[in-house]
């Protein structure tokens, strides 16, 4: 199994759009990709706004929204906190098997996390101890302004000591009208600290919601043939 554990500096940096344009866009190439978002909260998982659909709808994947995100609860906070406080026991063996009924069907897979490495997850892990159990590289998504290389090496540190291997970094939400120094600067330093290469930038999508415009703008901004699936 090949494929993309999808990660991040921190929580609402576009993570999802990532995870699901990237595997809409390889799917439009021929490649037989599944999406995988273990645990949701701040939605249900039918919610429309949701992780789970924005995964299912940029994807276009016929598996059943329950089999893209088994566990979804409704209140926003951190996954295992949320879990708790609706009496949910949710570990990382739980997890897998919910990996494994998709990866039955799919060649490929991209399994989204929830926010950064180190949020605590399930009972018995961080989202670092489920990347680890997938066995997938990492692509690590992240803001483009300031204070994102102090994140962005911190979180590829972190992997590192782990085990994990790191495929790349995609900055998201580039506004080129608001650019400063950093900005233009961020992904030489990031790379010229780490060796990790840069995937793509990825500027400001105001319409989210239109699958044609999201991967069109993902097939423009991220280098291609440096994603290593097969």
């Not at 900005?183 to 060796?195: A, D, Q, V």
């Not at 044609?212 to 097969?230: G, K, T």
């Amino acid at each position: 199994m090949k494929g993309f554990f999808i990660t991040a500096t921190d929580t609402g940096v576009g993570k999802t759009i990532v995870a699901g344009g990237l595997a809409g866009v390889f799917r439009k190439q021929g490649y037989n990709f599944g999406v995988y978002k273990p645990v949701q909260s701040g939605h249900l998982v039918h919610h429309p706004e949701g992780d789970a659909a924005r995964l299912k709808k940029l994807s276009d994947v016929d598996d059943p929204l329950e089999h893209i995100c088994p566990y979804a609860v409704e209140e926003p906070l951190t996954p295992i906190l949320a879990l708790r406080r609706t009496g949910k026991q949710v570990t990382l063996q739980d997890l897998q098997d919910g990996y494994l009924r998709l990866k039955e069907k799919h060649e490929f897979m991209i399994v989204e996390g929830a926010g950064g490495l180190a949020v605590p997850y399930v009972a018995d892990g961080l989202v670092v101890d489920a990347a680890t159990m997938f066995q997938l590289p990492l692509i690590i998504v992240a803001r483009p302004n300031l204070g994102t290389v102090n994140h962005t090496i911190l979180t590829i540190e972190y992997a590192k000591q782990r085990g994990l291997q790191v495929a790349g970094v995609i900055l998201s939400g580039y506004r080129d009208e608001i650019a400063g120094v950093a900005e233009k600067t961020n992904p030489s330093i990031i790379y010229s600290y780490t060796g990790i290469p840069i995937l793509g930038i990825i500027p400001w999508i105001e319409e989210l919601d239109r699958r044609e415009i999201v991967l069109s703008v993902l097939e423009e901004s991220v280098q291609w043939n440096q994603l290593q699936i097969i």
